[in-house]
């Protein structure tokens, strides 16, 4: 199960005998979760051009999610007593795949998001798999060999494009905020930096950084027993999907000129279960 994808660097690991559930249960959910994440390549200007929390790498997994029939739900759990209702609590998760007889899986990619979003995922996937409405919550995220080459890879494009001042931002459409700008020369006058190399480390620590959503912090949670005992499946996205052949336009990507429509604004509805 998912040996392709592991061999790529792809870290995969499995909590509450979600491994058995799904390979008795799910087979074609693996199936269409090796192809979207084997399909996956994020160029090097996405990485640095994107804004908000994801690149359009990320948007297209979302996309071929979506067209796998992975759509957003939003689940809604009501209480009511002699037909009146007590309480009412809604879940919206970006991806869930449902099939005929009721089972589903739902699934979240957590890019670049602030930590605390793995929190909210996972305490999400608890209730629902306590109310029966999935069987195993998935989260996808940057593994640690990307979380840990990122200011290498950065590097690598500041010196491909030789980047050695903010006017070369500029020239690519990239505008560094006053604060940034300040931490870069920081860092060169205080150990004689290059520009390439004061700026990688500035940019991944200011857009990248420790408090950002990747493996480490999502283990922590999981460690802690945060989600248990929801059935779960981590993804961790390595840094080989970065790719460096494509000289896509930067400033285009930062402009937002390429963006596409990923999901429908309008939630799907769950179908109901076959009956028997």
């Known amino acids: 199960m998912f040996e392709d994808l592991a061999a790529r660097g792809f870290q995969i690991e499995f909590h509450s005998h979600a491994k058995a559930i799904l390979s008795v249960d799910f087979s074609d959910a693996i199936g269409e979760l090796e192809a979207a994440l084997g399909a996956l390549s994020i160029p090097i200007e996405?990485?640095?051009?994107?804004?908000?929390?994801?690149?359009?790498?990320?948007q297209r997994l979302r996309r071929a999610l979506a067209e796998l029939?992975?759509?957003?739900?939003?689940?809604?759990?009501?209480k009511r007593i002699n037909g009146i209702q007590r309480e009412s609590i809604s879940h919206e998760v970006d991806h869930v795949r449902t099939f005929p007889d009721g089972r589903v899986i739902a699934l979240e990619?957590?890019?670049?998001?602030?930590?605390?979003f793995f929190d909210r995922d996972l305490e999400n996937f608890k209730r629902l798999h306590a109310e029966g409405a999935i069987s195993v919550g998935v989260i996808v995220t940057r593994g640690s060999?990307?979380?840990?080459?990122?200011v290498q890879l950065v590097r690598r494009f500041a010196t491909e494009r030789?980047?050695?001042?903010?006017e070369d931002l500029g020239s690519l459409g990239l505008t560094p905020t006053p604060r940034q700008k300040a931490d870069v020369a920081r860092r060169m006058?205080?150990?004689?930096?290059?520009f390439a190399d004061a700026w990688s480390v500035s940019f991944v620590k200011d857009k990248y950084g420790a408090a950002t959503t990747?493996?480490?912090k999502l283990e922590d949670r999981v460690h802690r027993g945060v989600g248990n005992p929801c059935p779960l499946l981590l993804i961790g996205l390595p840094s080989s999907i970065v790719t460096f052949d494509e000289r896509l336009d930067v400033g285009a990507i930062a402009e937002g000129e390429e963006e596409q429509e990923v999901?429908?604004?309008?939630?799907?509805?769950?179908p109901r279960p076959a009956q028997p």
Do not use: C, Y
Not at 46 to 58: F, Q
Not at 110 to 116: A, I, Q, S, T
Not at 145 to 150: G, I, K, R, V
């Open 46 to 58: 996405e990485v640095i051009g994107s804004g908000g929390g994801e690149t359009k790498g990320t």
């Open 69 to 78: 029939g992975w759509h957003k739900v939003n689940f809604t759990i009501e």
């Open 109 to 116: 990619i957590e890019w670049n998001n602030k930590d605390p």
């Open 145 to 150: 060999s990307l979380q840990d080459e990122m």
């Open 162 to 166: 030789a980047l050695e001042s903010g």
């Open 189 to 194: 006058r205080a150990g004689g930096a290059t």
């Open 214 to 216: 990747h493996w480490r």
């Open 263 to 270: 999901l429908a604004e309008t939630t799907q509805p769950l």
